[in-house]
């Protein structure tokens, strides 16, 4: 891609890889894409929004190698670490290239003295909006009273969960598996016999929109190369197994003639 961008005369300035692609959690090898960016001069960013969590968990680190190498981490605690939302923050590397990124100039607000540029200063320099909430707030709060440990078992049993349910769709005759999950997404279909293969699409659409309209359950969809797939991501900490028993029987059910 790269080689071809430049033939065609444009300059590429960064490398993005997904840690936790938002349709399947799919992650992408970092380590490499790590080296790519080094030996070309690239700035390597990667979206963590769902998977940067990962780090907390020795467990599953595994899956972010590399990213201690970003330039650039988005990553929300609000996906993986229990937060309400919103909680999301921009990681660099470097904290005054952040000032590089974004910056803005509003005279009322900003003196261009050396203030300004100090890491601590008003984050407002280098954001879109100007009034913000305290976002860091909630994960500070949670960080001094309870410490890492709390974020490290949620994510390692919401990944643990996701293995399990993958097991339980791959046991089952009348479902299938998009992929083994990275993470805690899990994507998958209901493929009843008596549906033909043409109409496993149309399924899945039906199927969603009468449990979530039903509400005892809530499920998304994707388009994946193979078809419309069923999405779930399993972060609730009270969701047990047999709720995910539950959900399977659910969709055979409303899956009937
Ligand atoms: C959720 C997600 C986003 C969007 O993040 P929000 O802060 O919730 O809007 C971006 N990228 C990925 C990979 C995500 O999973």
Request: aromatic share 8%; hydrophobic share 45%; glycine share 8%.
């Amino acid at each position: 891609a790269l080689a071809g961008a430049t033939r065609a005369g444009r300059r590429a300035i960064a490398v993005v890889a997904s840690a936790g692609s938002t349709a399947t959690g799919a992650f992408d090898p970092l380590e490499p894409v790590a080296d790519f960016a080094q030996a070309h001069g690239l700035w390597f960013h990667v979206d963590g929004a769902h998977g940067a969590a990962a780090s907390l968990s020795p467990k599953y680190r595994a899956q972010v190698k590399g990213i201690e190498r970003a330039d650039s981490v988005v990553w929300d605690a609000h996906k993986g670490l229990l937060m309400p939302a919103l909680v999301t923050a921009v990681l660099f590397r470097d904290g005054a290239r952040s000032f590089d990124a974004f910056s803005q100039e509003a005279h009322y607000l900003f003196h261009g003295d050396g203030d300004d540029a100090r890491p601590y200063s008003d984050v407002g320099l280098r954001t879109l909006e100007c009034t913000k909430e305290m976002m860091p707030l909630k994960v500070y709060a949670c960080l001094s009273v309870l410490g890492t440990r709390v974020f490290e078992e949620a994510v390692t049993a919401s990944y643990d969960q996701a293995r399990r349910f993958a097991g339980m769709l791959t046991a089952a005759p009348d479902f299938q598996l998009a992929l083994e999950p990275d993470c805690n997404i899990v994507c998958f279909r209901h493929t009843p016999a008596h549906v033909p293969p043409e109409g496993w699409d149309a399924l899945q659409v039906r199927l969603r929109e009468e449990l979530v309209s039903r509400g005892s359950f809530y499920l998304v969809q994707t388009r994946l190369p193979r078809g419309v797939y069923l999405r779930t991501t399993l972060i609730h900490p009270l969701t047990g197994d047999a709720d995910l028993e539950a959900l399977l029987d659910a969709l055979r059910r409303a899956a009937r003639p």
